[in-house]
Structure formats: structure tokens, C-alpha cells
């Protein structure tokens, strides 16, 4: 009984955490986008290099990729960079090409095994390719307005500035994979990012979109200094703050255009996210089990039985739940169905165990290869051989220990 | 080398993808040629009646419709994704035995053909058209109920009038065609999202129709390719 109430009251301490996240996103999406104004004169944009690591075909990846050639913005470059000349990616980059001959877009063919984080190997060719001061990392997956470009680099006529993210939001869901992972990035991700900028000014470093000077990213050692951990862009941003400078996290929202996404592809990668923040945030990645109160509702079921006191309860807290993930939906322009979001309370549970399955096991799968996680998500080889493993993960320990 | 699929099934019989959607899907991936080939069903038999019953086929009351659509949206893939795009059917008669049934495809085609005719007059009518007329999944395949046999059980009969065969169809390779040195093309009988990922035609000729055709009938310049997406990030 007293346990039934303590999961009350940790359900409630998590809707109203999903209130302020939802108080969070309604005012961060408010203020004016830049505060400087001061960019008038065309002369005053510096050229940037955008940075495109793609592998396979992400949906919706030709007009991804044309919402870059499409930005009202003077001078910039768009480096594609794929590992293997095979790579379907490959053709609708030069079909790209081919429909904007005035761009300057490139394609870098290129493999490079120099660390373990697939992406910083694929980004390190394009890097090197690269020629402007200003550089942009963006993901494959997303697809942005006409004056993306222009609103992200006012920010750095700010030297204090030393790196620009985006908000994201989920569009363009077809099937229950990407439903599930639109609602998660609308509710969870949105509201989090939100709610840890406007609470306690900690801006969450999103790498589907980064901004940077080529100045201050060499400072801090180049993106080779980032090879080996997983969350390259989490660090990226503590280096930058390391240095004195500022991270902002700009309002102007980028579209991650998930269509048809199975579950299984959802599944992995917020495991995989899971994984990454419990490495990163330690003891304080409980919160995100708070922070989950459906699933905490539905854990009354374990305690309380299948009564119908619990049966209310579970309900009345999913239809809460479901009625906040509509009114952010509704602010972002998600454009998902009404009925979608009766499956928000499924996706919870789905996340409430993936946080289990997080802390219970400390190897990731990320393009089909396997690697262990250490402290600050710093990536080692995987054998798939359990004893040569073992032992692997035993010299780790003491080499994690040691320095 | 131009990437093609030349079997493609939308909601307009059973499959589960919209037309535009289709196309957009295809477009996006970078293919250079497809045929939006949906069945054109046998009514002769209980299971050619059930599907015109439940609209799981194109029929003669809607062919033009299906046709000017599939004109239109292949306007817009040419203007947005610089692909072609071929109207087409399939032609699909299916019975409980699989030495009665056979699947074939008429692509480029212009009026409607009907699935209840015989085999001559159904080939006869496509060259008329000057049609493509393939034959679909033309041996022993892993994911049909029943196979389609007859036109191959009969191949000394009709293969003068079959421009290519399905040498890989999905995720099946049928090595009979290559041991009998038949034409070949690949398709992906694309049904759902995931059917995108399998078996392709790739072609060495100029993207227009004339010189398509050209180059299935000699077939000379085809190539199969197995389409995979590569892992996302």
C-alpha cells in the first residue's frame, strides 16, 4: 500500500517535470531567434562549409539535401562525404549536383578507419576538403528552411560565441517506427533540451546541426580530438565551453525527417542515446526514469495488482501525457495524427525499459559494428569472442582506473 | 548506368504505398527509370473474382484514370528528380495450380489490356501498343503462395513474343533464364517500403523510353544490380 503511494508520488513528481518541460518549450520558442540585428549588408556573411556525412539512404534525403541548396545565403560549400563509392548515397548526390550546377557541392569518396566513431571517420575526409572559416556540421537526416544559414551565423558576430545547435523536430512519420520516434523527439528530446536551457542555462549540444568557427574547432584539437567517443557532439560543446566561450542553443528548429523507420531502428538508437548520457550524466540518469511517468505509473501494476484503482490511475496519467505530447506537437508543427499520439503512452513504456537495458550493459551496436562504452562514452574495440572480451574489459577497467 | 525498376505495384491494386508516394520514395533513392505496373486481374477465377470485387486490381473503368495519373506524377518525378516514369500493368492470372498461373508485365503501355483474354491476344494487343512485355517471377519463387510457371511450362510456345524475363525478382534469382540464355531484367514486385531494398535492372542506353525498350529487347548493356541502403547513422 505505502509502496503504491510512493509510486504516486514519484508519477507526479514526473508530470509536473513534464509540465515545466512543456512551460519550457512554449517560451524558448517565443523569444526573438538572434539577438543581433546588425547583419544587413550581404558583404558581411562569411562563406561557410557544410559538412554532409552520409551513409545509406535517409528518408527523404534528396530534398534534405536540397534544402541546403535552396538557402538564401551568399557564399557556402556543401562537402558530401561517403566511405564507399557504392553507397546509394552516392547517386542521389550527384543527381543533386546535376540539378543545382551553380552550387558548390562536392562529393568526397573516402575511407577513413581513423577511430571508432563512424561519423567523425566519415566527417574527417570532408574536413580536410573543406576551405571556409566557418564550418557546419548537419547531419543527413534533416531538412531546413531558406534562412537557416543566415539566422545560425548571427549568433557568431559574437566572438564570446564559439558554437551554434538547433532545436529539433520530428516530421514526416509513416509507419509505427518513426511515430514512436518523432513523438520521443517532440516530447522527451524537445521538452529536456528545452527545459535544461531555461532552468538551469545548460544548453544541450545537438550534433544534427552545429555551427562553428574552423578557428575554434581547431583549438580545441580538430574533430580528430573527437574520434573515439560516441558523443562527439556533447563534447565538442564541453570543449567549447572549456575555452570560455558560450553555446547556443538557437530557436530557429531544423526538421529530422523520419518516414519509415522500424521499430527495431527506434529501439537501437535511443538505446544507443541511453547509453551515451548514462555514461555521460552518471547517477543523475535517474531522473530520466522520473521524468517517464507513464512508465512509472504503470509499475503500480507490479505493486498495487491489476486493480482498478490502478487501471484509473495508469489511464488518467497516460491521457495527461498524451494531451502534453499533442500541445507541443501542435506548437512545432509535428503534423502527426491526433490518433498518433494514443500511442504515446505504448512509446513510454518501450523507453521506460530501454532505460533498464542502458545501464544493464555497456556495449553499443552503431553501423553494424559493436564497441564498448567507457567513461565519457570513449569507445574500444568489441571481439565478439566473450573470453577475449573479458579480458579486454578487465584491462580496460584498469586502464580507466589508472589514468 | 541508368538504375531501373520495372515492377512496381501502388494502392491502386495491392500494394501498400500510394502512387506519389511511390514515386517520391524511388525519386529520393536516385533511380533513373521505373514502371508503375499494378495488376490488371483475371476475373475468370474465385480468386481474379475476389480481387476486382475488393478493388485490388486496375480495371476497364479506371484504367484512364490510373493512366493520366501515373502521366501526370511521372511529369513532376521528370521535373523534380529527372526520373522516368512508364505506366504499365500486370497481367495476372493466378489459379490454386501453379502450372495455370502466370504473371506478366506490359510496360509503356496506352489502353487498357484485359487479363481475362489469352495469352496471344494479350501479346498480340502489347506489340500492337509496342508494349514491353516481360515475364514476371517465371520460376519457383521463396515468397509467392503459388508459383507462376505457366509461361515458362509453355516457353517453346511463347517466348517469341516475351521481350525480357525476370532473371531476379525481390529477393529470388531464377538461374533457368540464364541457362537458357533468355533476355533478362530484375524488378522488386515492390509491394511495401522495404521491397525498395532488392534485386534492380541497371541499363547502358540514354534515359528515353525508345532507347530503353531498345536496349531490354537486344538486351545488350543490362546489368542486375542488388540494391541495398547502406546503414544510416
Known amino acids: ?403 | 548506368m541508368l538504375l531501373c525498376d520495372f515492377h512496381i505495384h501502388t494502392t491502386y491494386s495491392d500494394g501498400s504505398v500510394e502512387l506519389r508516394r511511390a514515386i517520391d520514395l524511388f525519386g529520393q533513392a536516385g533511380f533513373d527509370v521505373i514502371a508503375i505496373t499494378d495488376h490488371v486481374v483475371s476475373g475468370e477465377t474465385a480468386f481474379g473474382k475476389l480481387a476486382n470485387r475488393f478493388r485490388f486490381s486496375i480495371q476497364e473503368d479506371n484504367f484512364n484514370s490510373y493512366f493520366e495519373n501515373i502521366v501526370e506524377e511521372g511529369r513532376r518525378a521528370w521535373d523534380r528528380y529527372r526520373m522516368l516514369v512508364l505506366p504499365g500493368i500486370e497481367i495476372t492470372k493466378s489459379s490454386f495450380s501453379s502450372n495455370q498461373s502466370a504473371h506478366v508485365l506490359l510496360i509503356d503501355i496506352k489502353t487498357f489490356v484485359s487479363a481475362s483474354w489469352d495469352f496471344e491476344k494479350i501479346f498480340l494487343e502489347a506489340k500492337k501498343q509496342d508494349a514491353l512485355i516481360i515475364a514476371c517471377h517465371p520460376h519457383h519463387s521463396s515468397e509467392l503462395m503459388v508459383d507462376t510457371l505457366y509461361l515458362w511450362n509453355h516457353r517453346k510456345k511463347y517466348a517469341r513474343y516475351i521481350d525480357a524475363w525476370e532473371i531476379a525478382n525481390r529477393d529470388d534469382v531464377f538461374n533457368v533464364i540464364s541457362l537458357k540464355r533468355y533476355p533478362y531484367i530484375a524488378g522488386s514486385d515492390f509491394h511495401r517500403v522495404r521491397h525498395l531494398y532488392s534485386w534492380k535492372t541497371m541499363l547502358n542506353c540514354e534515359k528515353e523510353i525508345e532507347a530503353i525498350k531498345q536496349c531490354i529487347r537486344y538486351n545488350r548493356g543490362v546489368a542486375i544490380t542488388l540494391f541495398r541502403d547502406g546503414i544510416p547513422f
Open chain 1, 1 to 403: 500500500m505505502i509502496i503504491f503511494w510512493i509510486v504516486i508520488g514519484f508519477t507526479m513528481l514526473g508530470l509536473v517535470g513534464f509540465g515545466l518541460q512543456i512551460l519550457s518549450v512554449r517560451s524558448y520558442l517565443k523569444r526573438h531567434p538572434s539577438p543581433f540585428h546588425g547583419l544587413d549588408s550581404i558583404r558581411a556573411y562569411p562563406p561557410i562549409s557544410i559538412l554532409k556525412p552520409l551513409s545509406g539512404l535517409e528518408d527523404n534525403l534528396f530534398n534534405n539535401l536540397e534544402s541546403f541548396c535552396h538557402q538564401d545565403y551568399p557564399k557556402y560549400e556543401i562537402l558530401c562525404s561517403v566511405q564507399d563509392p557504392n553507397d546509394p548515397a552516392y547517386r542521389v548526390v550527384e543527381r543533386i549536383k546535376k540539378k543545382f550546377p551553380d552550387k558548390e557541392i562536392s562529393i568526397i569518396v573516402e575511407r577513413c578507419n581513423e577511430g571508432l566513431n563512424p561519423k567523425v571517420n566519415n566527417l574527417l575526409p570532408a574536413y580536410r576538403h573543406s576551405q571556409y572559416p566557418y564550418i557546419l556540421i548537419s547531419d543527413s537526416n534533416v531538412m531546413v528552411e531558406r534562412d537557416y544559414l543566415k539566422k545560425n551565423i548571427q549568433f557568431l558576430v559574437d566572438p564570446q560565441v564559439g558554437l551554434v545547435t538547433n532545436l529539433i523536430r520530428g516530421v514526416g512519420a509513416k509507419t509505427i517506427g518513426s511515430f514512436f520516434e518523432n513523438l520521443h523527439l517532440n516530447s522527451f528530446i524537445l521538452g529536456t533540451v528545452c527545459f535544461l536551457k531555461e532552468f538551469f542555462d545548460i544548453p544541450c549540444v545537438v550534433g544534427k546541426s552545429m555551427l562553428m568557427r574552423r578557428s575554434d574547432l581547431e583549438a580545441i584539437g580538430g574533430l580528430r580530438a573527437f574520434k573515439d567517443v560516441l558523443a562527439e557532439d556533447h563534447f565538442i560543446g564541453e570543449e567549447i565551453k572549456k575555452r570560455g566561450q558560450e553555446v547556443i542553443l538557437a530557436n530557429h528548429m531544423i526538421r529530422n525527417v523520419n518516414e519509415y523507420w522500424g521499430l527495431k531502428r527506434f529501439m537501437n538508437r535511443h538505446l544507443r542515446w541511453g547509453k551515451m548520457r548514462w555514461k555521460i550524466l552518471g547517477y543523475k540518469y535517474v531522473a530520466e526514469l522520473i521524468g517517464n511517468p507513464v512508465f512509472l505509473s504503470l509499475t503500480s501494476l507490479i505493486f498495487e495488482g491489476p486493480s482498478k484503482r490502478a487501471f484509473l490511475f495508469i489511464a488518467t496519467v497516460s491521457l495527461a501525457k498524451g494531451i502534453g505530447d499533442y500541445y507541443i506537437g501542435k506548437k512545432v508543427n509535428a503534423n502527426l495524427h491526433p490518433f498518433v499520439y494514443f500511442l504515446s503512452p505504448f512509446k513510454d513504456l518501450l523507453i521506460g525499459l530501454l532505460w533498464f537495458m542502458s545501464i544493464a550493459n555497456n556495449t553499443v551496436v552503431w553501423r553494424g559494428k559493436r564497441y564498448l562504452i567507457g567513461d565519457n562514452t570513449v569507445l574500444s574495440p568489441y571481439s565478439q569472442n566473450s573470453s577475449w572480451t573479458w579480458r579486454y574489459r578487465f584491462i580496460n577497467w584498469i586502464r580507466i582506473r589508472a589514468t
